[in-house]
């Protein structure tokens, strides 16, 4: 089953919002609202951000939203700051797989 | 504190075997599914296998199936991860982690496994 599909990279200037989109199909993304958002800065544990399509774990800013629409989920960053350039990764469940996962997006902030 | 520490990672050569062990700590461990999830060099995230909280039910990918074995030690807190019969492109960070997908997701920092001759 190939992964799910997201932008290599994407970038913002501090203050703005980017959106980061993952894109699968009605097996995995579109067909159950399951889909995990992660932060990965290199050489840390990734963290969690967003569960179950919008919601966010306690603990995590609410500059970070995330919601779905058909086989594409999107993660929100509103006022960018320069400790959100990571690299992002979004996760779904799927009817062929327990998970399965985007290949990443390294966002930068300008 | 949650905290979930990789070890066991090393240079094999193809067809070796390796464990990795994963030690759980500050969270009912034996409560939750953990996962193994890869990352080859330059590549994105890959799901390799799973285990219930009691190490009675397990799951892996197709590209591990019959060479991997996970299994858990609930009285030590402690995940694992037998690999046999490894090959070159099994060469990744290897993760522990808790509930990918519920609202306790939980990753440790990985441990390097890289099978060349």
């Known amino acids: 089953q190939s992964a799910l599909t997201q932008p290599a990279s994407v970038s913002g200037s501090p203050g703005q919002s980017i959106t980061i989109s993952c894109t699968g199909t009605s097996s995995d993304v579109g067909g159950y609202n399951s889909v995990s958002w992660y932060q990965h800065h290199p050489g840390k544990a990734h963290k969690l951000l967003i569960y179950e399509v919008d919601n966010r774990p306690s603990g995590v800013s609410n500059r970070f939203s995330g919601s779905k629409s058909g086989n594409t989920a999107s993660l929100t960053i509103s006022g960018l700051q320069a400790e959100d350039e990571a690299d992002y990764y979004c996760s779904s469940y799927t009817s062929t797989s327990p998970v399965i996962f985007g290949g990443g997006t390294k966002l930068t902030v300008l | 504190e949650v905290q979930l520490v990789e070890s066991g990672g090393d240079l094999v050569q193809p067809g070796g075997s390796l464990r990795l062990s994963c030690a759980a700590s500050g969270f009912t461990y034996g409560k939750y599914w953990m996962h193994w999830v890869r990352q080859a060099p330059g590549k994105g995230l890959v799901w390799v296998a799973r285990?219930?909280?009691?190490?009675?039910?397990?799951t892996y990918a197709d590209s591990v199936k019959g060479r991997f074995t996970i299994s858990r030690d609930n009285a030590k807190n402690t995940l694992y991860l037998q690999m046999n019969s490894l090959r070159a492109e099994d060469t990744a960070v290897y993760y522990c982690?808790?509930?990918?997908?519920?609202?306790?997701?939980?990753w440790g920092q990985g441990t390097l496994v890289t099978v060349s001759s």
């Open positions: 982690t808790r509930n990918i997908l519920s609202g306790e997701g939980f």
């Open positions: 285990i219930n909280p009691d190490g009675s039910s397990t």
